[in-house]
């Protein structure tokens, strides 16, 4: 058990990576022996992230070495920094970790009776696996250039499938847009890494942390870092790739790609709070990532209300609650250098944006299954076309209440909860940001009140008259994330004091961050 | 299918090949090389079959499942060998100073020696593996790809 | 037009950049070299390996290696996921 | 001045990028949007392994080496995942360059590429 837990770090990355390689394997015995395979496998994950998780909330910062002498011998004797690749799980990266490790979970059982008249679904599966293996590795790493290597397992997964079903031509101009984006993305960032090796000769992000000067080049990095992160998460000025990319993705996988994009937004936190922290020109960086929030909140519920494609339309509504995590984090990292703002508003700003993403991963995942749960029923996802499904899909169109009436941040659900939270400490900083952020809101719920009339209520249309509910497997897979959603709108305060309050510590305190790694007080 | 000459000389050039990328991967830990690229130097005479034959002769000889079964086997002998040293963390070289490619090399330039390294030596094998197979199953299946069309044209 | 000013304007941010980094990076030839050396030093008594670079790939560095090898995995499936043969294609 | 003469190769490297970047941004066809990508990505593979340059090093490979004095062996170890990195996304992209040629006939980023929304 001991060793369970020290070694559960590497454990959460490893079994599901080697489960992949042997999930082509595991399909030449049959579709039933792989499914149960996958499922089984993810689960297991599950339980690994949470015994992650569990520590790193009793006993602070997780630290593992790879191939060193001991798992916890960080710095070599007789040196100063660190050599080895380090695993270094902080309250975010274990909080995040449980949101990846829950959405893909849901999106594999989700998948089993979704997919299964297509072919190819041996590799299906396995990219599934790599994908939710590589979001569990970028948020567990301490390593930039490790970072990175997931970054690109995470894109080339997430592109080929959001390209699976290759009879649509749309599937195929999405994976290719997400491999392009994701592949610039990517050298920036490895060009960053290259101007922190040639500085300080270091690629542990603890370690550069610490030595960091904030040189001019620095500041380069800096800005490359942010625009090749905020470009993967989709927010607004590089956004335009987010809904052809999610829109056409197979079966479960839109809403694991989704929480690929927040695994991505997470990464950025890393880097602006654990490696710049205080060292930052705070203000500047601050407002960028406010108006960031801003434009995506607005631009994506604008262009929502125009939508007649119902999953299109959800992902431009998955564009604008980005802003939410945006503004909130912003309105932190302006404040970050002020103690006394922060104690004020600061930190409750932060934790609302925080708790918005694992919010967002389980309800906005919830309704692009049940958009994608109408296309897999009626072959289309027009929404002119739809009428009166309420009756014929009781399943999906109670959840599709439940994650429309979350995402629009009606009380009690827990959509409301972390917004009030940004409501409340965006107020101090400016009272405008928080007034477009309700407008938005109520934007919001108008443009899904359109979808629930258009599809669910009104006359049944002739030609579904006969369509009946989803398979089990689809809602068992739509009751997880239904589950998590409701379970989090019951007992939001408790959430935030366990898991949400720990994670917005662990980004505060960048000095904590770097001493689990280098030592010293 | 290319010219006669074209064949031979790549008849003749692709078991040089088959011995060099081996030389390579079999030598990586002491001279430079290594799975990667004797992998790559593996796939080339791969690539250099299907120019000189078409991809119509050589797909009957490169099966995609045969050829997924191999990357598969090098990939789970390289996490296995990384799960081998969990007894002390993952990645652990466990292997130094034990019978198997267990020799250390004082510090400073070193005479070649083989037998050492632990387990990088067999990490190049599997990694090797990987290589192969899975560029050339890439390769392989992109010109049976770029035929179909030319078919359908 | 307009798309040619939006990439001049692109490509002078990003020039400015690279260029004023490759001129404020320390000189060439002269990196400072703290974790190397180190490298440098054990990788004999530790790894056993000659080729410092083979030690770095599998054994300093082998989780990046594993990662790297995913990658090509991830990309071999996918390329040959997304060129297989659909059931509406006649079979040869 | 002296240190343009001095950081050259990081100026090649800067220079090249630029090309990279060009390409990428003015071309509609797809297929040479990726060859852009790829200068891109060559100019970050020669920046990361000039990183590692130490003047007058030798390869560190310790069989039968002519001395200590080594370049450093990170940047390369690096370099070479960078390189394999790339040649999975290069083979990713022309896949689906395929595909794409498939349903519409057309590599024109501006002909095939639907602008919607």
Not at chain 1, 153 to 159: N, Q
């Amino acid at each position: 058990m001991e060793a369970l837990i020290t070694h559960s770090p590497i454990l959460a990355i490893a079994v599901p990576l080697l489960a992949a390689f042997l999930t082509p394997l595991m399909g030449r015995l049959g579709p039933r022996v792989r499914d149960t395979f996958v499922v089984l496998v993810l689960a297991v994950v599950q339980i690994l992230v949470i015994i992650v998780a569990r520590e790193v909330y009793a006993n602070g910062i997780q630290v593992y070495v790879l191939g060193a002498a001991g798992p916890s011998l960080a710095i070599p004797e007789t040196h100063m920094v660190p050599v080895r690749i380090i695993l270094e799980v902080d309250g975010l990266g274990a909080f995040l970790g449980i949101m990846g490790a829950t959405v893909a979970l849901a999106g594999a059982i989700y998948s089993i009776s979704c997919m299964k008249l297509e072919t190819g679904q041996d590799r299906f599966y396995t990219l599934m696996l790599l994908l939710a293996a590589s979001m569990i590795g970028i948020q567990y790493t301490g390593d930039l250039f490790n970072l990175f290597v997931f970054l690109e397992i995470l894109s080339i997964s997430g592109a080929a499938l959001a390209a699976f079903r290759t009879r649509f031509v749309d599937a195929v101009e999405g994976g290719f847009k997400y491999v392009i984006v994701s592949t610039i993305a990517a050298l920036l960032v490895l060009i960053s890494i290259g101007m922190f090796y040639g500085q300080y000769n270091l690629l542990n992000i603890a370690a550069i942390a610490d030595a960091m000067q904030y040189t001019a080049i620095d500041k380069i990095a800096l800005a490359l870092l942010v625009v090749a992160l905020l470009t993967k998460s989709g927010a607004v000025p590089s956004h335009w790739w987010v809904p052809d990319t999610y829109t056409p993705a197979a079966g479960g996988t839109s809403p694991i790609i989704y929480a690929a994009s927040l695994t991505c937004l997470g990464a950025l936190f890393r880097v602006v709070f654990s490696l710049y922290g205080l060292k930052l020109s705070l203000s500047v960086v601050g407002w960028v990532v406010i108006v960031a929030g801003l434009l995506s909140m607005f631009i994506g519920v604008t262009m929502a209300l125009r939508q007649t494609d119902v999953k299109r339309l959800m992902t431009y509504h998955a564009i604008s609650q980005e802003g939410y995590m945006l503004l909130g984090v912003g309105v932190g990292l302006a404040v970050l250098g002020n103690p006394q703002a922060v104690a004020a508003y600061g930190r409750e700003a932060i934790a609302g944006g925080i708790f918005h993403v694992i919010n967002n991963a389980f309800f906005k995942g919830l309704l692009l299954l049940t958009g994608e749960a109408l296309f897999f029923q009626l072959g289309t996802r027009d929404l002119n076309k739809m009428g009166g499904l309420g009756r014929n899909m009781k399943w999906t169109c109670a959840f599709f209440i439940i994650g429309a009436l979350a995402i629009s941040g009606v009380p009690p659900f827990n959509g409301f909860a972390s917004k009030l939270m940004i409501y409340e400490s965006s107020f101090h900083l400016n009272p405008m940001l928080t007034i477009i952020a309700l407008v938005v809101s109520i934007m919001t719920l108008a443009s899904f009140t359109k979808v629930f009339q258009a599809a669910f209520t009104g006359p049944e249309q002739p030609q579904f008259a006969a369509v009946s509910s989803v398979p089990l497997s689809m809602k068992v897979g739509m009751g997880i994330l239904a589950a998590a959603t409701v379970l989090f709108s019951l007992f939001p305060q408790f959430v935030v004091d366990t898991i949400v309050y720990p994670a917005t510590d662990a980004l505060l305190n960048q000095t904590g961050y770097i001493n689990a790694v280098m030592g010293g007080a | 299918m290319m010219s006669k000459v074209v064949r031979s000389v790549a008849r003749l050039a692709t078991p040089a090949v088959l011995t060099f990328g081996l030389y390579v991967i079999m030598h990586g830990h002491v001279t430079s090389g290594g799975g990667f690229q004797g992998g790559a130097v593996f796939a080339s005479a791969a690539a250099l079959l299907l120019v000189a034959f078409g991809s119509e002769r050589v797909k009957e000889h490169m099966k995609i499942p045969a050829l997924t079964g191999i990357a598969v086997s090098g990939a789970v002998i390289f996490i296995g060998l990384g799960f081998a040293g969990l007894a002390t963390t993952f990645f652990y070289n466990l292997f130094v100073g034990s019978p198997v490619f267990g020799h250390v090399p004082p510090f400073g330039p070193a005479h070649e020696d083989i037998w050492t390294a632990g387990v990088i030596p067999l990490m190049n094998i599997g990694v090797a593996l990987n290589v192969v197979a899975g560029l050339t199953a890439i390769m392989v299946v992109m010109a049976i790809a770029s035929e179909n069309k030319r078919d359908g044209e | 037009m307009a798309r040619k000013v939006a990439i001049g304007f692109t490509l002078v941010i990003v020039g400015t950049m690279l260029f004023a980094t490759a001129l404020m990076m320390r000189p060439f030839g002269e990196p400072p070299s703290a974790m190397d050396d180190y490298i440098l030093e054990n990788t004999q008594e530790t790894t056993g390996a000659n080729n410092a670079v083979s030690a770095v790939v599998f054994d300093w560095r082998g989780y990046d290696t594993l990662g790297e090898a995913t990658v090509l995995f991830t990309a071999v499936t996918a390329v040959v996921m997304l060129l297989r043969r659909r059931k509406d294609e006649a079979p040869e | 001045m002296s240190t343009i003469i001095t950081n050259a190769p990081f100026i090649a490297v800067a220079a090249l990028a630029c090309v990279g970047i060009y390409i990428m941004l003015s071309q509609r066809n797809l297929i040479k949007i990726v060859m852009g990508i790829t200068i891109f990505e060559a100019a970050v593979n020669l920046f990361l392994v000039s990183l590692g340059y130490r003047n007058d090093g030798i390869a560190p490979i310790f069989t039968n080496a002519t001395g200590i004095h080594m370049v450093l062996p990170v940047p390369q170890a690096m370099t070479l995942t960078s390189i394999v990195i790339g040649v999975a996304t290069t083979a990713m992209m022309l896949t689906l360059i395929v595909l794409i040629y498939r349903h519409t006939g057309e590599t024109d980023a501006k002909k095939s590429r639907r602008v919607k929304g």
